[in-house]
């Protein structure tokens, strides 16, 4: 079984959206990042920090799902990170209400002896000189690194996080993030100039609209599931990371074939985050509801020009 | 050979983009269809009006592809329909600096005898009360007739529009006029509503996000290209139609499995369309690179686990 390492934050979120309050519930990018990859055969293990007033009933949550908690430390004297947004009407919007930084400002990770060899890595979207401090720990090349971003950083932390960049193999950040980070409208030249940055990898997500590879020899479109109602977006992306890197563990090489098929799986999966508040669907779904959707999600990318000009016939 | 009545209006347009003015240029919705449809094997006519300042020379480039002008009407004392628009810095926005109806106020449209038994029709954007004069024309129903609208006629000529909507087979709009039509926000409530008001396929258009096909049993995702540089989004939407009915007109009957492979096309038509100004990509376009693109484009949307899942398999 392969290991996968996930870095993140273990929070509270609030969030109010078109359709009501969630009141305080368990967050964070590792949570959606660790109940996602739960759904596949690996060994999966977080760093990260929370404090007092994170129950030990959370911590369960996780601990029953077979993830490995031995690299979450609790500061008892500080508490969770915790995050108050406020979605609008079309839910590609949001504000932040209130950001407390709490524990994670003193925050040191220290990853698990058992994990300084990972196979598979996320980090997910931390100050870039601690996700650099993850790194610095293992004592062999993992298969694949993934770093989450975001924004924040580039405005603050640019140095730090173009070093960390140039260490991972793979970059997931959605498309204001790559405009942003390069500077380049076309997603396309965004890409090239982040693969010129260090990662061979580069998966811009799209929100609603999916989200696009690009690797070597050229690029892949994963779609997002159309969907009648959206609940609450908070944890898609996290999700959609956690899927990804599950379903990778699955083959013996990560490589971009693995990696297509790992972007629909990590699409299928936020698909149900995004249908109620939280962590909330992640928690009670079932393999059968993954599998049925996945198949209707297949069906949605599937046409039979595919394999007429494939085989080397055109459409003439 | 199938054939296929376009409508729409041939005119003038005047663009500027952050790359430059196009001066002014052919174009209309008339001017795409029959270009991208041109490139299929079919018998191809088009209904439109012009005026006295549309040269014979900007006709023969439809004649030159075998296009059938017998139901272009010619109103000497009248100019061309005229539009002039401004692309803002990221292409999604657009202002309408002048527009000149023209000749168009006084269409009464004409279907020649040869084109009153069409198999299949797109009713360009036009006045709804115009598409459906054309609707009347026929002799015997045609085996698919798509209908393209705009956010105009919704708030305009309302009733008109929702009398010929639910005389078609096919609607095609965007995300925005499909909000519009039916005040939902979800792209999948909004379908199930539109089909409800009488077409059994619904097209919405997302333009770099590609396409969503609605139908009896469920939707499907057809993906834009990734493009380095768009130079004119001007008449994507009228290319992705055409190159759609064009691609349907090599099949025997416009099912699904032809509707999504014909989705396929026209995207991937469309996105010569957006790297020039106007017409002038598709103008000097080759069969060649049309084939070229499409290979890569089937690459865009093809991975492994669809093989796996459909043939009954799941991913464990």
């Given at each position: 079984?392969?290991?996968?390492?996930?870095?993140?934050?273990?929070?509270?979120?609030?969030?109010?959206?078109?359709?009501?309050?969630s009141?305080?519930?368990?967050?964070?990018?590792?949570?959606?990042?660790a109940?996602?990859?739960?759904?596949?055969r690996?060994?999966?293990?977080i760093?990260?920090?929370?404090?007092?007033?994170?129950?030990?009933?959370?911590?369960d949550?996780?601990?029953?799902?077979?993830?490995?908690?031995?690299?979450?430390?609790?500061?008892?004297?500080?508490?969770?990170?915790?995050?108050?947004?406020?979605?609008?009407?079309?839910?590609?919007?949001?504000?932040?209400?209130?950001?407390?930084?709490?524990?994670?400002?003193?925050?040191?990770?220290?990853?698990?002896?058992?994990?300084?060899?990972?196979?598979?890595?996320?980090?997910?979207?931390?100050?870039?000189?601690?996700?650099?401090?993850?790194?610095?720990?293992?004592t062999?090349?993992?298969?694949?690194?993934?770093?989450?971003?975001?924004?924040?950083?580039m405005?603050?932390?640019?140095?730090?996080?173009?070093?960390?960049?140039?260490?991972?193999d793979?970059?997931?950040?959605?498309?204001?993030?790559?405009?942003?980070?390069?500077g380049?409208?076309?997603?396309?030249t965004?890409?090239?100039?982040?693969?010129?940055?260090?990662?061979r990898?580069?998966?811009?997500?799209?929100?609603?609209?999916?989200?696009?590879?690009?690797?070597?020899?050229g690029?892949?479109?994963?779609?997002?599931?159309p969907?009648?109602?959206?609940?609450?977006?908070?944890?898609?992306?996290?999700?959609?990371?956690?899927g990804?890197?599950?379903?990778?563990?699955?083959?013996?090489?990560?490589?971009?074939?693995?990696?297509?098929?790992?972007?629909?799986?990590?699409?299928?999966?936020?698909s149900?985050?995004?249908?109620?508040?939280?962590?909330?669907?992640?928690?009670?779904l079932t393999?059968?509801?993954?599998?049925?959707?996945?198949?209707?999600?297949?069906?949605?990318?599937?046409?039979?020009l595919?394999?007429?000009?494939?085989?080397?016939?055109?459409?003439?």
């Amino acid at each position: 079984m392969k290991k996968i390492l996930l870095a993140g934050t273990l929070a509270f979120d609030e969030v109010t959206t078109p359709f009501g309050h969630s009141g305080r519930m368990m967050g964070g990018s590792a949570a959606y990042l660790a109940l996602a990859a739960s759904f596949f055969r690996n060994h999966t293990g977080i760093v990260s920090v929370v404090g007092y007033d994170f129950g030990e009933e959370l911590l369960d949550k996780f601990r029953r799902r077979g993830v490995d908690l031995s690299g979450v430390q609790r500061l008892e004297k500080h508490k969770s990170f915790y995050w108050k947004g406020y979605y609008y009407e079309n839910m590609n919007r949001r504000d932040t209400l209130v950001t407390e930084v709490n524990a994670l400002a003193y925050f040191s990770p220290r990853v698990p002896s058992d994990f300084r060899e990972p196979d598979l890595v996320v980090l997910g979207n931390l100050h870039p000189g601690i996700q650099a401090e993850i790194l610095n720990q293992f004592t062999a090349t993992p298969r694949l690194v993934v770093l989450d971003t975001m924004n924040f950083w580039m405005d603050n932390a640019r140095d730090a996080l173009m070093q960390v960049i140039a260490r991972v193999d793979l970059l997931m950040l959605n498309e204001e993030e790559a405009r942003q980070l390069t500077g380049e409208y076309s997603l396309v030249t965004a890409a090239r100039l982040i693969r010129n940055m260090g990662p061979r990898y580069v998966i811009i997500k799209r929100g609603e609209y999916g989200a696009l590879l690009f690797h070597d020899e050229g690029f892949f479109s994963a779609p997002a599931m159309p969907l009648e109602h959206v609940w609450d977006p908070t944890g898609a992306g996290d999700t959609f990371a956690g899927g990804f890197i599950g379903h990778l563990s699955e083959y013996d090489k990560p490589g971009v074939e693995a990696i297509k098929n790992a972007m629909i799986c990590g699409a299928n999966l936020a698909s149900f985050t995004v249908e109620d508040f939280g962590t909330k669907r992640l928690e009670n779904l079932t393999k059968e509801e993954i599998n049925r959707r996945l198949t209707d999600f297949i069906r949605l990318t599937r046409y039979g020009l595919q394999e007429k000009v494939l085989s080397g016939k055109t459409y003439e």
